[in-house]
């Protein structure tokens, strides 16, 4: 079946650095992408979405950029905190729509180093 | 507004018990998903229910099945425990179709021995 994959298990950054977090997926069906946030202990947490149709998407702090062409994902966080430290996922809906059961990469554990 | 709530929090059987676990979604979200975490293999989706009906099966054998009330509360049940089924299954909600965004509770850490 189509997976989603992360590129980097672990990526250590310098607090108030910027840091980027990819994703490579490989079904080119997939419509809508995701980036969760999950922390020890708790599950995981929404951060920011893309549909296909879009190349780039801001929130408050993040930045997620799609290249569709190379299937590739990104998450940017700019000037990163303490409190960003976590695992993050990139996820795919490919099924065009509704709560069809999210696919999820292997995640990256993002260190913050003080 | 209250989050997804999952009970209980932590759990602890032997190999061939079986297991219930409990989802509460976020009130006026009617689609509940099941997901299995591992450190292995990730988060892998289970199933999801909308309108008491399973929607959608990922790939999990029959011993892992689920249900969903009228008040969209959903239960997980796993049964024949194996050694492997140790993880963390996380419940997630999301509105009525159109939205595909989840909303996760905190997961149940099923321990099994």
């Known amino acids: 079946g189509e997976s989603v994959g992360l590129h980097l298990p672990t990526l250590s950054v310098q607090e108030g650095d910027n840091s980027i977090i990819n994703c490579a997926y490989s079904n080119s069906a997939s419509d809508y992408f995701i980036w969760y946030k999950q922390e020890s202990g708790k599950g995981p947490q929404f951060i920011i979405d893309?549909?296909?149709?879009?190349d780039k998407r801001q929130g408050q702090r993040v930045t997620v950029l799609l290249n569709k062409t190379v299937k590739h994902l990104s998450l940017q966080i700019a000037a990163t905190q303490p409190g960003d430290s976590a695992v993050y996922f990139c996820?795919?809906?490919?099924?065009?729509?509704?709560?069809?059961?999210?696919?999820f990469g292997k995640g990256t554990h993002l260190i913050i180093q003080p | 507004k209250a989050g997804v709530t999952q009970t209980p929090r932590y759990l602890i059987k032997t190999r061939g018990q079986q297991v219930t676990l409990s989802c509460s979604p976020i009130s006026g979200h009617r689609s509940v998903s099941w997901y299995q975490q591992t450190p292995g293999q990730g988060l892998q989706f289970l199933f999801e229910y909308f309108s008491e009906t399973q929607r959608n099966k990922g790939n999990f054998p029959g011993r892992f099945s689920g249900r969903q009330f009228s008040n969209s509360r959903s239960e997980m049940n796993v049964s024949t425990l194996e050694l492997g089924d140790s993880a963390l299954y996380l419940c997630?909600?999301?509105?009525?179709?159109?939205?595909?965004?989840?909303?996760f509770g905190p997961g149940t850490r099923l321990t099994v021995l």
């Open positions: 997630a909600s999301s509105r009525p179709s159109g939205s595909n965004e989840q909303f």
């Open positions: 893309i549909r296909s149709n879009m």
């Open positions: 996820a795919e809906n490919g099924s065009g729509g509704g709560a069809d059961g999210l696919t």
